[in-house]
Nanobody, 115 residues
Framework: QVQVVESGGGLVQPGGSLRLSCAAS????????MEWYRQAPGKQRELVAQ???????AYGDSVKGRFTISRDNAKNTVYLQMNSLKPEDTAVYYC?????????WGQGTQVTVSS
């Protein structure tokens, strides 16, 4: 079984940057992909970015060119670098581990973009 824990959320001004971390533990070998989702109040959860075991990367349309997903295999950690943040990026950001044994979600971390 895989566990994931997010960190790094907070309050940032529009145009600012923030980096989120997602640390995985447990049956790391069973992970096929790590993903970042977000959910704003009153909206559906949406995929922000994904990195697969093979290193393939994909982004949601709303964050392309501003967000970057990366991973540190030695630390079993995936990062989400968020630049040029906008108020509409305000949401709870969740990490998801997609594995052969099922999917695992973190508890989420709040990101608020406001002046």
């Amino acid at each position: 079984q895989v566990q994931v824990v997010e960190s790094g959320g907070g309050l940032v001004q529009p145009g600012g940057s923030l980096r989120l971390s997602c640390a995985a533990s447990g049956s790391i070998f069973s992970i096929n992909a790590m993903e970042w989702y977000r959910q704003a109040p009153g909206k559906q959860r949406e995929l922000v970015a994904q990195v697969t075991r093979r290193g393939n990367i994909a982004y949601g349309d709303s964050v392309k060119g501003r967000f970057t997903i990366s991973r540190d295999n030695a630390k079993n950690t995936v990062y989400l670098q968020m630049n040029s943040l906008k108020p509409e990026d305000t949401a709870v950001y969740y990490c998801r581990g997609v594995g052969t044994g099922g999917d695992t979600w973190g508890q989420g971390t709040q990101v608020t973009v406001s002046s």
